[in-house]
């Protein structure tokens, strides 16, 4: 079995992706109440700030900023799938997993991207809004309701302008 190695730096900027199990299923936007709700009572209980979001029918990306002295963003993630996994199941929607007690909605791990600096976090910024157009789920970033890109439009963030955020990078 491969080796995983995480970059684990408290109080760093993270771009994730993290996938559907089966990437046909529209499980994220079917039930984005769901999503929400368990995303919202996980960042209360470990707070996290979100700077970017993006949920697509089969994946999300995001990016977070951790607390000083906090770099655990995978006991965040692993009480995210399984709260919205459980969620679902309980709706009868569940999905068994290839282990016992466990749920076959989600990929078993996920993608982390430690942010570098600045410039980094303005491209994965405008990666993350440009995904629902890249897979042709509409024409225009505005047009897709499930991310955080109005957000950002009212605090007159435009893409490809600098954050100006004090990244912790790990360096």
């Known amino acids: 079995m491969p080796n995983y190695r995480r970059l684990y730096v408290p109080g760093g900027t993270y ?12 499980l994220l936007v079917d039930h984005v109440d769901i999503l929400r709700d368990v995303y919202g009572r996980v960042q209360k ?6 700077l970017a979001i993006c949920i697509l029918p089969d994946h999300l990306h995001c990016i977070w900023e951790l607390p000083e002295g906090d770099a655990d963003f995978s006991t965040r993630w692993r009480l995210i799938k399984s709260g919205f996994s459980k969620a679902l199941a309980r709706k009868g929607l569940g ?3 290839r282990r016992s007690g466990e749920s076959g909605i989600w990929q078993r791990r996920f993608w982390e991207h430690m942010i570098g600096g600045n410039s980094d ?3 994965y910024i405008s990666y993350i809004y440009y995904n629902p157009v890249k897979h042709g789920l509409v024409d225009d970033t ?9 957000k950002l439009e009212a605090e007159n963030y435009l893409p490809n302008k600098t954050v100006s955020k004090n990244l912790k990078t790990g360096e």
């Open 15 to 26: 771009f994730f992706t993290v996938n559907l199990q089966d990437r046909r299923q529209t």
């Open 45 to 50: 209980r470990y707070p996290f700030e979100t």
């Open 95 to 97: 999905v068994q997993g």
């Open 121 to 123: 976090l303005d491209n």
């Open 142 to 150: 505005q047009d897709w309701p499930h991310s955080s890109w109005h």
